[in-house]
């Protein structure tokens, strides 16, 4: 098993470009996430997707949107980038989101600058 | 709403020391509490975890031992490696898994041989 799998690894962007994230997973998890991870920021949720069809808004959700395409895809997409979004994006998995303990899983992050 | 506090960073340690990383968190009712490691140029993964009152977590000489009465959840592990080197971050989420994680600021570990 792959886990929980992202592309690209490293993106550089203009200011006002668009991009679309991927993540996967084939853990067969109900739930997702995507999150940001900044500098003595610690790591801050995006959105995520509860179960497939469904999302909500996380912590810092302006200037993004996502997708849940189906059970496995789970995209973040940059509509029209900027410099302050500039950090490394974390996808995650987990069984359900509301289990009691349960472990979210990672991938490997995508590294992002915005110029 | 939920928070999180763990020590500022960094810290440098030599082999074999001993490693204790702060962690202290606000919420209502009976979060569970993880720490998750980060190595360098990796995506976090779960270190362990303490779903109760007194419920020690531990994994790879790691633990931590979840204590309501001083809402801390502080990470030890007894002699630490080279291979310890990594960003360590305590987590929680609402009663029950209610809610999302909330993790702390991340505390960045390095240790000398």
């Known amino acids: 098993n792959a886990g929980v799998t992202q592309t690209p690894k490293f993106q550089v962007l203009k200011t006002g470009q668009s991009m679309t994230l991927q993540c996967a997973q084939d853990m067969n998890h109900n739930s997702m996430y995507w999150y940001r991870q900044d500098p003595g920021m610690g790591l801050r949720l995006i959105y995520y997707s509860a179960s497939e069809g469904t999302t909500d808004k996380g912590e810092v959700p302006n200037g993004y949107n996502v997708s849940r395409l189906n059970k496995r895809e789970f995209s973040l997409r940059l509509e029209s980038a900027a410099p302050s979004q500039t950090s490394v994006y974390f996808c995650?998995?987990?069984?359900?989101?509301?289990?009691?303990?349960?472990?979210?899983?990672f991938g490997p992050g995508t590294r992002l600058t915005v110029l | 709403g939920n928070s999180v506090t763990q020590m500022e960073g960094p810290v440098t340690l030599s082999e074999e020391a001993f490693l204790t990383i702060n962690c202290t968190y606000t919420a209502t009712g009976y979060p569970s509490l993880f720490w998750y490691v980060q190595y360098p140029g990796e995506g976090l993964q779960l270190l362990l975890k303490?779903?109760?009152?007194?419920d020690k977590g531990s994994n790879k000489g790691f633990e931590a031992t979840y204590r309501k009465e001083t809402t801390s959840f502080h990470l030890e592990k007894g002699s630490v490696q080279v291979s310890d080197s990594a960003v360590y971050f305590c987590?929680?989420?609402?009663?029950?898994?209610?809610?999302?994680?909330?993790f702390g600021k991340g505390t960045k570990l390095t240790v000398n041989p």
């Open positions: 995650a998995s987990s069984a359900l989101v509301g289990l009691a303990g349960g472990e979210q899983f």
């Open positions: 303490a779903t109760k009152a007194d």
């Open positions: 987590a929680l989420s609402g009663q029950g898994g209610s809610e999302k994680l909330v």
